[in-house]
């Protein structure tokens, strides 16, 4: 699993490759926790480049939800790997679930 950080429209992306699992979660909650830290407005969690999204993974995302504070969050999930896993599981109730990084950045604005 990989991470990379960018600025769009006021709002601060991680995009997130490969695998989220119970070996790479701790990785992904160690990135958004950082991003966390410099305080942005809105904050996209990317998961378009990710192939398998297990239940830590998840796990990982509600943590995030609730440490955000006064950071909006907007997930990025199209696809069997990770949309389906999180309506089925009523995340997507939980946080705001887009199909793409524009649909999200627009909502956010």
């Known amino acids: 699993m990989t991470t990379a950080v960018t600025e769009r429209d006021e709002a601060t ?3 997130v490759a490969g695998d989220v699992d119970l070996a790479t979660a701790p990785a992904l909650e160690n990135a958004i926790d950082s991003t966390l830290s410099g305080r942005p407005a809105a904050l996209v969690i ?3 480049a990710v192939s398998f999204l297990a239940s830590a993974g998840m796990a990982v995302l509600v943590g995030a939800h609730k440490r955000a504070g006064d950071t909006r969050i907007a997930v990025v999930a199209d696809g069997p790997a990770t ?8 995340l997507d109730q939980v946080f705001a679930l887009h199909s793409t990084l524009e649909e999200a ?4 604005r």
């Open 13 to 15: 992306v991680l995009t």
């Open 83 to 90: 949309s389906r896993q999180l309506k089925v599981t009523s």
């Open 46 to 48: 990317d998961l378009s």
């Open 105 to 108: 950045l627009s909502a956010l």
